[in-house]
């Protein structure tokens, strides 16, 4: 029995973690995206203002199940040159309806100040934790 139940809950992960959604034009990861540069894209309001928004804008999965205590899911996205979210996907999730909500929340986000390199604008690939608190 012991054995039936751990290949089910691998399985189960394997599954949770094969969830690949995302959502922009993903031909833009073929372009020269930075993952380090001299000054970063910002947040309007900046960490605060980033805690904020999610605050105000993200929605809990009405009655969904997880496995996980911790709800976070990790959206990589990427931001263009004029400092909007082009192109979003899950890094690491949780099962469908957390990998939406949290993809929903960061193409909704107002536009960022532009990563730069060499005091150009460059596209920019960000990682974005979402937690999700239950509240209850």
Not at 27 to 35: A, C, D, H, M
Not at 84 to 95: F, S, V
């Amino acid at each position: 029995m012991g054995i039936r139940m751990l290949i089910l809950v691998s399985l189960v992960i394997a599954n949770l973690s094969s969830l690949a959604q995302n959502w922009g034009d993903s031909t833009l990861k073929n372009e020269s995206v930075f993952t380090s540069v001299e000054q970063p894209p910002k947040f309007k309001g900046g960490i605060k203002g980033f805690y904020q928004y999610l605050a105000d804008n993200l929605s809990l999965p009405m009655n969904e199940f997880s496995f996980f205590s911790n709800k976070i899911v990790t959206v990589r996205a990427i931001i263009n040159k004029e400092g909007k979210i082009a192109y979003a996907e899950i890094e690491k999730g949780l099962n469908e309806a957390y990998n939406r909500a949290a993809i929903d929340v960061v193409i909704k986000m107002p536009v960022w100040s532009p990563a730069k390199q060499n005091a150009r604008p460059v596209f920019y690939y960000q990682l974005i934790p979402i937690l999700f608190l239950n509240n209850n």
